[in-house]
């Protein structure tokens, strides 16, 4: 069992920078990819960015050139540096591992930008 808790998130006006951090508990050993994801009020969670046990890096076309994942795999942790923060950035954000077959999450950090 893995155990996932996100920090960082708040409010900030566009322009800003936010870092999450999202720490991992338990068998982080068997932890292969990490991502992380939002969701927006009345839309779908989508994918921001993933980052492999390697350090191979995937974003989402929005977030290209403003966001960064990064991970610690010895500490278990990853975070998202997001800089040139936008109003349609606003959401819920979620860590999630995935390991041995299964999809771990946390239980998301709001992240507010002010236009």
């Known amino acids: 069992q893995v155990q996932l808790v996100e920090s960082g998130g708040g409010l900030v006006q566009a322009g800003g920078s936010l870092r999450l951090s999202c720490a991992a508990s338990?068998?982080?050993?068997?932890?292969?990819?990490m991502g992380w994801y939002r969701q927006a009020p009345g839309k779908q969670r989508e994918l921001v960015a993933g980052i492999t046990r390697g350090g191979i890096t995937n974003y989402t076309d929005s977030v290209k050139g403003r966001f960064t994942i990064s991970r610690d795999n010895a500490k278990g942790t990853m975070y998202l540096q997001m800089s040139s923060l936008k109003p349609e950035d606003t959401a819920v954000y979620y860590c999630k591992a995935v390991g041995l077959g299964r999809d771990f999450w946390g239980q998301g950090t709001q992240v507010t930008v002010s236009s």
């Open positions: 338990g068998a982080i050993v068997i932890i292969n990819t």
